[in-house]
């Protein structure tokens, strides 16, 4: 199987920052990477896929980029509904795998 | 809209069985892959099974494999997990997720989960 690792595990940032998330990959997954936000109590929700394209309905201060092995999930311009924990999943081979999550808290 | 309604979960002795339902509605169910991911108390997400379309193809992750079978009824619009021989450690939140149309595997529609519990 395929090993995801977030980083970090949670960070504090503060409304208007800028942060971004790390997601490495144990084997070259090419951009077959894709991105989910998880709310307390809620189910996770669909922000990228594809590495780096943004899914429908999705705000555009969400990014992603990364290829091979190495990506990121770029917020730019925090905002309060955005404080949450982030997971990546590699959609490269089955079964598909996720990261640890990493949480966002509000400084 | 796209729905995805689970059922089923509770609290189940070690070694007891449960079977979980997905109702689905808003979208042709019967042409997407369609999935269960489980997410323990506290932890992050970890992928259960899949099923094709048509049901003729299954997968299962190693740790549930032997013990738990997914299925679907097509006529229903209606997706399961039939989990047997519990133990402690299958208690999570269950999600059944859809599958995209095309492409590699992405979950772009949840349910709002169903939590199984394995305790004596």
């Known amino acids: 199987d395929i090993q995801m690792t977030q980083s970090p595990s949670s960070l504090s940032a503060s409304v208007g920052d800028r942060i971004t998330i790390t997601c490495r990959a144990s084997?070259?997954?090419?951009?077959?990477l894709n991105w989910y936000q998880q709310k307390p109590g809620k189910a996770p929700k669909l922000l990228i896929f594809g590495a780096s394209s943004l899914q429908s309905g999705v705000p555009s201060r969400f990014s992603g980029s990364g290829s091979w092995t190495d990506f990121t999930l770029t917020i730019s311009g925090l905002q309060p509904e955005d404080f949450a924990t982030y997971f990546c999943q590699q959609s490269f081979n089955v079964p598909p795998t996720f990261g640890q999550g990493t949480s966002v808290e509000i400084k | 809209e796209v729905q995805l309604v689970e059922s089923g979960g509770g609290l189940v002795q070690p070694g007891g069985s449960l079977r979980l339902s997905c109702a689905a509605s808003?979208?042709?169910?019967?042409?997407?892959?369609m999935h269960w991911v489980r997410q323990a108390p506290g932890k992050g997400l970890v992928w259960v099974s899949r099923?094709?379309?048509?049901?003729?193809?299954?997968n299962h992750a190693d740790s549930v494999k032997g013990r738990f079978t997914i299925s679907r009824d097509n006529a229903k619009n209606t997706l399961y997990l039939q989990m047997n021989s519990l133990r402690v450690e299958d208690t999570a939140v269950y999600y059944c997720a859809r599958d995209r149309l095309n492409g590699p595997t992405l979950f772009d529609s949840w349910g709002q989960g169903t939590l199984v519990a394995v305790s004596s």
């Open positions: 084997q070259s997954i090419s951009t077959y």
């Open positions: 808003g979208f042709t169910f019967s042409s997407h892959w």
């Open positions: 099923i094709r379309p048509d049901g003729t193809t299954t």
